[in-house]
C-alpha cells in the first residue's frame, strides 16, 4: 500500500551497452519483455539486454486489443494459450503491478449453421482439455449480453455463440510496464532507441549484434519484433513464411458501464468490448494487403460502424474518439512461430498475427527454457519454423481470422 | 440576464425556444446554444470532471474543452457550448450522482485526490484476487462519462453523399476565405467546409464558390479522402487540392487552479459577450501571453465587467501564480503574492496551430522554440496550409508562457490536462517513476488521451515535460496524431448501414411455399419447406426439385481453354470430350482444397465451370489472378446471376422432363455426366446430368428470368409424379447418404484432395497444375488424417464439430451427421487418425460429454454402386 504513495522508479535509467551478453533480446514489445523477465526469474540468466527501437511497448503491443482467451480450435493451440491465460491469471499478483485483467467473459457469435458448426468443434476440443467454454443458444445469449439486437429482421440473425467465461481483456501498457520492470529488477538491461541492424555470424551461429549505438557480441539472440519479423530475421539470412498486414481499431468517448462481456462477429468482421476506461473498444479483421506504412484508413471506420450498429443499434449516437493501427505478422496458418531456426543461436518468436498478447507470458516460459535447457519444451514443439518444410501446418484459421 | 441588444449578437430576442435540462424547462432565443441558454439563466457549472468529480465550467465555448459535455436526447458527450438550441430538446448532466451542483462523488477529489496518484490502479487492489472482480465492477461503475439508452433503435436519418471538388477549403476564417476567393478567381471549383459558422460572423454566402457549414472536416485520409461531418450527412469528399486553414487553437496556462469555473479562455469570452450578449461576471483578471488576452479585456470592459487586473506576460514574468476559489468558482487570483479578488479569470497561454489535420495527411510536425508552439512542416503534395494553421502569424504569442507556474501555498490543484485530471504533479512523478520518453508518460498518465484528444494540453504537457527532463522540446518530438480531428458518431460513419445479402430469382416461390429461409454465405436459401423426411423420401421414391441458382457459375473460352484448366485443377481436361462432365476439385498452390464443382466441356474451346455457392467469387478471382499471370488465350466470364439453375432429381426425374423436352432423354441418349443444351418447357437450357443427392438427375441451368415460370411448370407438370420443392436440408441428407463431401464443411483450409479421399482426381502425370510439388509431397510423407464414413453403433446422431476421442484427447473430428431414414442408421463423416482409417474400425465420439462407438465407412451408406445415380 505504502507504494501508492512513493514514488518508485520502475526500472533503471538506460544505461550504456556493455560489449557483451549472453542473451540479447531483439524487441521491447510483450513478448521480448516477457522471455527477459522469465529469463531472469526462472532461470537466473541475467546478463541479458533487451533492445528496442523506439519505447518498450511502442510496437503491437502498445496498440492491441488485448483480448486474452483460449477457446482455440486445434488441440495444439488450445493447449498453448490455456497455459498462457493461466500464466496471466497469476501475473499481477507475480508483478506486484495490477494489469486489471477482465475476465468478463468472451461471446464469438454464429450467425449461420456452419459457424455454429466450427464453434462446436472447438468448445468440443476445448473441453476435452478442461477449457471453459461452450456453444449457447440465443437465450443463453440474450441472458449473457442483453444489449445485443437479437431480433430476426437484421441481415444476420444471431444463431448461438461460442461462450468463454474466462476470455477477457487487459490493459496492454500495465503487461508490457509490470514485466518490464519485473526483467529490471531480475537484472536485466532495457535498452529503448536502440535498433539492431545487423547479426553477425561465424559457421553458421550467431556472434553478435549491430546496433545504431554499437556493437554487441552474444551467444543467443531472440527476435520478438512481431511486425518486423521478417526483416530482422533477413539480417541472419532466416527466411520466415510471414507476411505483414495493417490491423485497425477504434475507441469512442467514454460511456458509463454499457457491455460486460466481449462480443466478437466474425461474419461481420468486428469485436466490441468496453474498457475499465469505459470506452467502447472496437476492432475488425486484418487489412487483405501487405504494408508497414501504419497510416489509419478511413473505410476502416465506416465499415466497422456498419457492423457495430448491426450488432448495437443503440450506439448511434456515440461518437469516435481515436483510431490506430498497428504491425501484425501473419503466418498461413495463423499458428505462431516460435523457437530455433537454422541459424544456431537465432530464435524467433514471430507469426503472431492479430492474436500474440495473449500469449506473451507462455512464450516468455517457453523461450527461457529453450534457451537455458537448450532444448524445444513439448508445448511449443509443434509451432516450429521446420513446419513448413515437413508440411505439418496447424490452422487456426477458423479460431483466429477475426476473433484475435 | 442578457446585455442590451447589439447588431452582432446572433440570438434572435423575438423568437424564443423551450427546451429541458434536468427536467426543468429553460426559455432561449433562437440562435442561442444550450451553452448560452443554460449561462443565460444562471448556470455556471456544466460539468463535473472525470476522476475527481471537481465542477466545470464554460471554458472555450468552442467546442473543444471538455467542460460542458451533457446529455442531449439521449446522446451521450454533447458538447453544449456549440449544439444550438432546439424546441423541446432534453438535456441532462452526465457522470453525476446527485446534481451537477452537489455530486456524491465530488468526495473523491477531497478524499480520494491525494490517495489516486497517477496509475494509482496499477499498484492497487492486487490481493486479493479474489476481490479484483469487485473493485473491478467498482472502477468501471466510476469509470465513463455519458450513458445511453440500452433500448434505443437505429434512426436511419444519416446519409453518405460523395463529392468532389477541385480545391477543398477546410475553415472559413479569414485566411481560408482569402484562400478560397482566389482560387475561386483563377476559375477552380471551391467549397469551403467550416466547422463553426453557424456560431461566428455569419458568412455573406459568396459567388464563385459553395460553402458548406456546419462542416467539419474529420481528417484527411489516403487518396486525399475527406470526410465531412455536415450534421446527419457525411460528405465524402475528393479534392485535387485541400488548402487547410483550420486556425489555432488558444491554449490555457499551468498554474494552481487553472480548471476553477470562472477560468475561461479569451474565445469565451468574445462568444459570451458578442454573440449572445451575456456578462460572463462582474470582475475579472486577466492573465495572457498574446493579444487575445487583451481582446478579451476589451470585450470584457464592453459589456460591463470590471477588469481588476491584466497580467501582460510578454512584459511581466511573474514567478508565481495562483487562483483560489470556493465552492469551485475562482474567487481571487493572486499574482506574485499580489492577490485580487474576482469571479472571472482569462487565460491566454498563446495559440496552438490546429495541425492535426496536416499530421494526419503526413506533414511533419516541429517545435518552434522561439514562439512556443508546434507547426506543421513538409506538407505532403495537394495539402496546403494558410494562416494561423499553418503557424503563421500566432500573432503575439511572442512570450512563451513558463511551463507551470508556482502556487502559494498548498492547496489548488494545477491541471496540465483537464480532460483526465492529471495535474502537474502527476507529470512529474511519472518522469520520476521512469516514464521518461514522452509517448511513456503520455500512456501512462493519460494525458492528451481525453474527449479533447490533447488540443488542450498536448502543447502544456510536452513543455512540462520538456522542463521537467531538462530536454529542449523540439528533441522530444510529440505524440502521434491520431484521427479523427474531432469525434465522430457511428451513425454517421455508418450511413444507411445495408449489409449486401442475395436472394436467387426464385426467392419469392420459395416464400410462398412457406420455405424456411436459411444462411449461406450471403444467399438466403430455403432450408425445407417444411417436411424434411417428407422431402428426402420423394427425391427417393419420385421426384423433387431444387434451387440451385446460388451455385457459382464460370465460362471458360477460348484456343487455351484446355491449358488454362489443366494447369487450374489436378484433374484432367484434355481427354474430356464435348458434350461430357467432369467433377474438379480446386487446390491453392500449397495443395489445400479450394472449391470444388463440375466441369462440363460444351465445346472444344468452350468449358462450363460451377462453383460452390459462396465460393464463386474467390474462385473467379483466382482464374482471373492466374489468367493474367500465365497469359493463355482464355476469357472467364462470371454468369453466376445471370443464369438460374434447378436440379430435378428422383427416379421419376426422366418421365417429367421427358415430358417438357424434345431432346432424347433415354439412358443411352443422355447418360450419366453428360451435358446437353436443349429447350426445356419452351426454355433455352443447359442440362447437365449430374447426381449430388445421389439420384438419377438433371441440373437445368437457364437464364433467370425464365426461372418462376419453369419452376411453376416443373411443379404444375410433375404434380401427378408427387414432384416436391426440397431444400437445403434434405439435400444434406441426401448427399451424406452418398458420402459426397461439401468443400468448406466436410474440409477445412488445411485439407488436400489425397486425404480426402479423391486421389483419383489428382493427375501427378500432368506437367504441372497449381499445388502440384505440394501434393507430391503430401504423397511422399502419406496421410496425416483421412476423410471417412461412420455409422454410430446405436443411432446417436452425434453433433458436426464433435470430437473422435483417442486417450481422453481430440484426435479427430466429425464434419457432417445426420439421421438417414433410408440407411436407417445415424450417419457421417469425419477426420481420423490414418490408422483409424480402415473399413469397420471402432472409433469414440464425444456427443454430451459421453464417448459413443461408431464404425468406420468407407463406402457411400446408400446405394454404393451408384446404380440409381447411373440408371
Ligand atoms: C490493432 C491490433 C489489435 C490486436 N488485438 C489483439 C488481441 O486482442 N489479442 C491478442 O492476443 N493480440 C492482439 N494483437 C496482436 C498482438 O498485439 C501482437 O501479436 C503482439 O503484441 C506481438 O508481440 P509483441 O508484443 O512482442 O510485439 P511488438 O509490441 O510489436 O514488439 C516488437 C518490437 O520490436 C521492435 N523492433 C522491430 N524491429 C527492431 C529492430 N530492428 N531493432 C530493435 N527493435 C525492433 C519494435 O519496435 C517493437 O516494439 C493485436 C494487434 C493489433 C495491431
Ligand atoms: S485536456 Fe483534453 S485530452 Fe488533455
Redo the contacts with the bound molecule.
Sequence with gaps: MRDIFRTRRMWRPRGELKDRYDVVI?????????TAYYLAKNHGITNVAV???????????????????SNYRTPEGARFYQRSVELYERLSRELDFNLLFSQQGHLTLAHSDRALITMTERAEVNQLLGIDSRVVGPPEVARLCPELDLSHDVTWPILGALYHPRGG?IR?DAV?WGLARGADRGGVEIHPY????GIERSNGRVTGVR?TRGDIECDTIV???????T??AD?ADVRLPITTH????FVTEPLKPFLDVIVVSSQMHV?VSQTDRGEILI?AEIEPYTTYRGTSTFPFLEYSARHVLELFPQLENVSVLRQ??????LSPDYSPILGVTEVDGFVV?AG?????????PI?GTTLAELISTGRTPELIAPFTLERFYTDTLVSELAAAAVS? | MRLPPSPEERIDRSRTVTFFFEGEPIEAYAGDTIGSALFAAGRRVFSRSFKYHRPRGLLCCSGHCPNCLMQVDGAPSVRVCTAPVREGTRVRSQNVLGSLDRDLLAVVDKVGGPFTPVGFYYRTMIRPRRAWPYYERFLRRVAGLGTIDKHARRSSRFDTEHRRAEVLVIGGGPSGLDAARAAARDGRRVVLVDEGLALDAQLPREDGFETIAPARAIGIYEGGLVPVDAGDVLLRFRAERVVVASGAIEQPLLFPGNDLVGVLLPSAVRRLTRLWSLRPGERAVVITADDRGLAAAEDLRRAGTSVARVVDLRTTQPAQMAARGSHGRVRSVSVDGDSVDCDVLVMSGGSQPAYSLLAQAGARVEYDGTRGIFVPRDLPPHVEAVGSAAGEGARGAAAVPAASYRGTESGGRCFVCICEDVTDKDVKRAIAEGFDSIELAKRYTTVTMGPCQGRLCHLPSIRLYARETRAEEATIGTTTARPPWAPVRLGLLAGRGHEPAKRTSLHHRHKELGAQMMWTGEWRRPHSYGDVAAEVRAVHEGVGVIDVSTLGKLLVSGPDAVSFLERLYPNRFGDLKPGRIRYAVLGTDAGRIMDDGTIGRLSERDFYVTTTSTGAETVLAWFEWWNAVWGYDVSVDNVTGALAALNVAGPRSRALLARLTELDVSPDGFGYLDAREARVAGVPCLLLRIGFVGELGYELHFPSPYAEYLWDTLLERGADAGIRPFGLEPQRILRLEKAHVIVGQDTDSESNALDANMSWLVKFDKDDFVGKWALEHVRERGPRERLVGFEMANGTVPPEGGQIVVDGLPAGRVTSARWSDAVGKAIGLAWVPPALADEDSRIEIRVDGRLEPALVRLRPFFDPDDERLRA
Design positions: 531483439v524487441g521491447g514489445g510483450s513478448h521480448g519483455l516477457a533492445l528496442e527501437q523506439s519505447y518498450i511497448g511502442s510496437g503491437a503491443a502498445g496498440r492491441n486489443t488485448t483480448i486474452v482467451r481483456i496492454h508490457v536502440t535498433e539492431v541492424t546496433t527476435s520478438a519484433t512481431a511486425g518486423w519479423s526483416l530482422v539480417l495493417i490491423l485497425q481499431a469485436y476492432g490506430w493501427t498497428g504491425l501484425c505478422d518468436s503472431w498475427g492479430t492474436y500474440g498478447f495473449k500469449a506473451a512464450v484475435h
